[in-house]
Structures are given as C-alpha cells and as structure tokens.
C-alpha cells in the first residue's frame, strides 16, 4: 500500500515510501500491490559546484518554487510522497491527479515561480531545473518506491538531450515527458496541448532504452532577455497566465 508516515522515522516531517506503520518491514515481507501513478523528477544544473551555503540557499528556494507551482496548480504537495536529494526530488503524485493539470498547468507555473526566485537571488547564480513528468506501475518498498516508473523518471531527468537542452535554450526550465504521458495525455489535444512540439527522444542508459518528448516551446514567459523570447511564440497552452491567481510572499 502506498502511504504517508510522518511518524517516527529518519527524516521527521518528510512524507516517504513505506508499506507498514513507521516504515518497518520484516524480513522477506513485502506488499506486492502495484499502483499506477504520475511521477516528477526535478534536478537543478550545476548543483555540485556551489559552495555549502549556496546549497543551502538553493534548496530552499527551490522547495519554495515547487511548493508555490503545485498550490498555483491546485495540487496538494503535503499528499506527494518525496525522495528527496540535495539537488532535487522524484515525487509520486497521489491516486486521483489530473493529469491535464500536471502536464499544462505545473511546468508553466514552475517556471514562472524559478523566474520570480531567480529576480530576488543576489549573487546571480540562477537556479535551473529539468523536469522530467511519467505515468507507470510502482510498488512500496522499504527505501522507497520501486518498479518500472521511478527508473523511468530518473533515466528520463538524467538524459544528455535534456541537459543540452538547458544549457541550449537559455531558460530556466526544460521538461520532457515519458512515452506513457505522451500517448495518454499529450495526443488527447486537450487544453490546447500540440503533439508537434514534443520531440521524440530515445535515451540510452544501463543497457536499456527508454523513450522521452522533449518539450521545444515556450513553457512560460521569462521576465528577462532570453533566446527563447526569438525562438519560440508566446503562445501555446503552456505558456498561458493564469487568472486570479493567489500567491505566498517568497521569503
């Protein structure tokens, strides 16, 4: 069964993986039960190279951003349950999100958040993420989920094309889909999503193939000079303003 023990445990207060109260399995025990999720990946470039402090500062205002994208989309991010790392997190989204929502809404909104964190960062050091969306088959384990999806997600947000892509394109965010998310939501045309600016990717890692789409258009509007302003048009569902939205002051 898939949960959120905010009980006793090693990291107090971080919702994690677990298929028994308090995260504690018997030997040999396991749940078999498999769950089809959405999943997100998110890593920020050039994390290894900043001092200690500047770490600490990036992950908070990364967490920040995460946490103001998911509210401005509507989704509950207290609900997900989160393998963190210092320069980013994998995320199983609860039963029942909207896919819609998650493929349209999140990466618009999450670039706007980085764009408005990255205004008010002194030392000029940008935070840049990839972001990697997918829809599989997954089961608890002790450490954490396990299965097809989670691999998945990671091999997508590890790919050389992705990172090409972000150090390319001038912007703060690149996102690329699974196949899975492409077929199921992307091809639907719902919400104005355009099949045509999904590049298929094939990425090779571990001995095994996996399929991606990277995204090549404008997923928001940057409030500073950038080269995707000329290379790509401002219009597209990915890059719409949300009405009426209500926001948290960025501390």
């Known amino acids: ?17 677990s298929p028994r109260p308090g ?14 999720r959405y999943l997100l990946g998110v890593d920020v470039a050039g994390y290894s190279r900043l001092s200690a402090l500047d770490q600490a500062r990036t992950q908070r205002d990364l967490d920040w951003a995460i946490s103001l994208a998911a509210e401005r989309t509507g989704m509950d991010r207290e ?21 819609l929502r998650l493929v349209v809404s999140f990466p618009r909104e999450l670039g706007r958040a980085l764009d408005r964190v990255n205004r008010t960062r002194l030392n000029g050091q940008r935070i840049r993420v990839r972001l990697t969306l997918h829809h599989g088959t997954l089961m608890a384990g002790p450490f954490g989920p396990v299965g097809q999806a989670p691999i998945v997600v990671a091999r997508l947000l590890e790919a050389q094309q992705l990172r090409d892509a972000l150090a390319a394109d001038g912007t703060d965010l690149v996102l690329m ?24 990717i094939t990425v090779e890692a571990k001995e095994l193939t996996y399929r991606g789409y990277l995204y090549r258009g404008l997923l ?20 719409r303003r949300p009405s009426s939205p209500s926001l948290r002051r960025h501390p």
């Open 79 to 99: 609900a997900w349950l989160r393998q963190v790392a210092g320069d980013g997190e994998l995320a199983v989204l609860p039963a029942g999100t909207d896919g």
């Open 220 to 239: 928001y509007t940057p409030t500073w000079s950038s080269p995707m302003r000329r290379r790509w048009p401002r219009s597209g569902p990915l890059s």
């Open 177 to 200: 889909v699974s196949e899975s998310i492409y077929v199921d939501v992307v091809q639907t045309r719902l919400e104005g999503l355009d099949p045509d600016r999904f590049e298929p």
């Open 1 to 17: 069964m898939v949960r959120i023990d905010s009980g006793d445990g090693p990291s107090p207060g971080i919702p994690h993986f």
């Open 23 to 36: 995260g504690v399995t018997k030997p040999g025990e396991h749940d078999s039960r498999l769950q089809y």
